[in-house]
């Protein structure tokens, strides 16, 4: 079991049990059996749940599914073919971006928009 295995699995369970959905109608939202539910929580799953499931589980959760799949160890859909536009500058970007903080990550957010919007125009 992975560190990020065991995370993720903790994360699923705090979020159900915050919305207060038990173990058998969670897995019934998505679509699972209630002991791959359990697996996944407890971190005892060889591999991370594919993307398409923790979508389910985000959708059923009320959270952001880019966000769950990455903490899955996953890519969220739509990214490899962004990465694949344009590879050498997306890694090294990625590589540059690694350590900013949040809040320096919102701002670059904001100016990336910003770009492509005066381009649109």
Same mark, same amino acid.
């Given at each position: 079991?992975?560190?990020?295995?065991?995370?993720?699995?903790?994360?699923?369970?705090?979020?159900?049990?915050?919305? %207060?959905?038990?173990?058998?109608?969670?897995?019934?939202?998505?679509?699972?059996?209630?002991?791959?539910?359990?697996?996944?929580?407890? %971190?005892?799953?060889?591999?991370?749940?594919?993307?398409?499931?923790?979508?389910?589980?985000?959708?059923?959760?009320?959270?952001?599914?880019?966000?769950?799949?990455?903490?899955?160890?996953?890519?969220?859909?739509?990214?490899?073919?962004?990465?694949?536009?344009?590879?050498?500058?997306?890694?090294?970007?990625?590589?540059?971006?690694? %350590?900013?903080?949040?809040?320096?990550?919102?701002?670059?957010?904001?100016?990336?928009?910003?770009?492509?919007?005066?381009?649109?125009?």
């Amino acid at each position: 079991m992975s560190d990020q295995q065991k995370r993720f699995g903790d994360i699923i369970r705090d979020k159900r049990l915050a919305k %207060g959905f038990s173990l058998r109608k969670f897995a019934e939202m998505v679509k699972v059996s209630p002991t791959y539910i359990s697996h996944v929580e407890q %971190g005892k799953v060889q591999y991370a749940p594919a993307a398409d499931c923790v979508r389910r589980m985000a959708e059923a959760l009320g959270e952001p599914s880019d966000e769950l799949i990455a903490l899955a160890g996953r890519v969220p859909e739509g990214l490899p073919a962004v990465f694949t536009e344009e590879p050498r500058m997306m890694a090294t970007f990625l590589r540059e971006a690694k %350590g900013l903080t949040a809040e320096d990550l919102r701002k670059l957010i904001d100016q990336t928009r910003r770009m492509k919007e005066k381009r649109e125009t």
